[in-house]
C-alpha cells in the first residue's frame, strides 16, 4: 500500500511546535513500515501503552537524572505512537469507535501510570493529594481542548453544526465527550450565523485567523508541553513541580482561550468581526 501524503486534517497554525517538527514526522516516517507489515492501529495504542509504562518505571527513579531523561524519550516515543495509530486508521480506513476508546485509554493510562509513579515516590500526604488534584485538573483541561480543537477544524472546513451532538459509546468516553461539546451549547448562536453565511468559506476564513491566537494558546493544554513539563520538574529535582504546573498555570491558560474563543464567536454573531479579516477572506475566495 502506497502511504498517503502528510496528513492535513490538522491545521499547521495551531499545532504544538514538537507536533510540527517531531512527532508527526516521526510517526509519518514510520507509517510505510507500519503498512507494509500490517501493523493495525490498535497494536500501535497499545505499544504506545508499553512506551507509556517503561516511561512511568523510569519516572518512579527520577532521583537520578539519567532515568529522568529515560522518561523523556519513552514519553516522546509514546506521542510517536499516539499520531501513528491515528494514521493507520485513516490510511487503511480502519478506524472505529472501538478504535478511539482504545486510543484514549491508552492515552490517559500513561498518563494514570505516571502520575502514580511520582506520587509513589513522593510518597507523602500533600503529594497524593497534589496528584489527584492535577489528575483532575488535567482530564478537564484536556477534555475542553480538545473540544476547541475539533470546533476550529470544523469551522475552518466550512461546517456549521446543526445540532449540539450526544455522546455515546462507554460511561468514561460519553462523560469525557460531554465536557468536551459542553462548549457547543454556548456556542450554537455561533454555529446558527455561520449556517446562514452568504459565503460559508468566507466566512469559515475569516473565523479561523480570528480564532487562531487563542487557538495557538491553547495548544499548552497539549500532552507534548505535559510531557517535557514532567522531565523538567524531575530533573529540578521535585516533581510537585509538575502538579502546581498544572493545577495552577494550565487551567488559567484554559479559562482564559475558552473565554477569548467565545468572545470571537460573539463579534461574528453580531456582526462585529474585523473588517479587515472578512474583506481579506473574501478576496482569497473571489
Excluded: K
Aim: positive net charge; glycine residues 8%.
Amino acid at each position: 500500500m502506497t502511504p498517503p501524503p502528510r496528513d492535513g486534517s490538522r491545521d499547521r497554525r495551531i499545532e504544538d511546535p514538537s507536533n510540527l517538527y517531531l512527532i508527526h514526522p516521526a510517526s509519518h516516517a514510520l507509517l510505510p513500515f507500519a503498512l507494509r507489515h500490517g501493523i493495525s492501529a490498535n497494536m500501535v495504542s497499545l505499544a504506545g501503552l508499553a512506551c507509556g509504562t517503561v516511561a512511568a518505571i523510569a519516572y518512579a527513579n527520577w532521583h537520578y537524572p539519567a532515568l529522568a531523561l529515560v522518561g523523556l524519550v519513552f514519553s516522546v516515543a509514546w506521542l510517536v505512537a499516539d499520531g501513528l495509530d491515528g494514521m493507520i486508521a485513516r490510511a487503511t480506513q480502519t478506524a472505529s469507535a472501538l478504535g478511539r476508546t482504545l486510543d484514549g485509554l491508552c492515552d490517559h493510562g500513561v498518563f494514570a501510570l505516571i502520575y502514580l509513579s511520582l506520587a509513589w515516590t513522593v510518597g507523602t500526604v500533600e503529594g497524593w493529594v497534589l496528584a489527584l488534584t492535577a489528575a483532575a485538573a488535567h482530564a478537564v483541561q484536556s477534555s475542553l481542548y480538545e473540544g476547541e480543537r475539533a470546533r476550529f477544524h470544523r469551522r475552518a472546513r466550512g461546517l456549521p453544526l446543526a445540532v449540539v451532538p450526544q455522546p455515546t459509546g462507554m460511561v468514561l468516553v460519553r462523560l469525557y465527550d460531554s465536557v468536551a461539546g459542553s462548549v457547543d451549547r454556548l456556542s450554537m448562536p455561533f454555529e446558527r450565523r455561520f449556517g446562514a453565511a452568504e459565503d460559508r468559506s468566507a466566512f469559515a476564513a475569516a473565523y479561523a485567523a480570528a480564532a487562531v491566537p487563542m487557538m495557538r494558546l491553547q495548544s499548552l493544554l497539549t500532552a507534548n508541553v505535559r510531557v517535557w513539563a514532567i522531565c523538567i520538574a524531575c530533573l529540578a529535582g521535585d516533581p510537585r513541580i509538575f502538579w502546581w504546573f498544572e493545577i495552577v498555570p494550565l487551567t488559567v491558560i484554559a479559562a482564559l482561550g475558552l473565554s477569548a474563543h467565545r468572545r470571537v464567536e460573539r463579534r461574528f454573531v453580531h456582526g462585529l468581526a474585523p473588517q479587515s479579516i472578512l474583506l481579506s477572506s473574501e478576496q482569497g475566495h473571489s
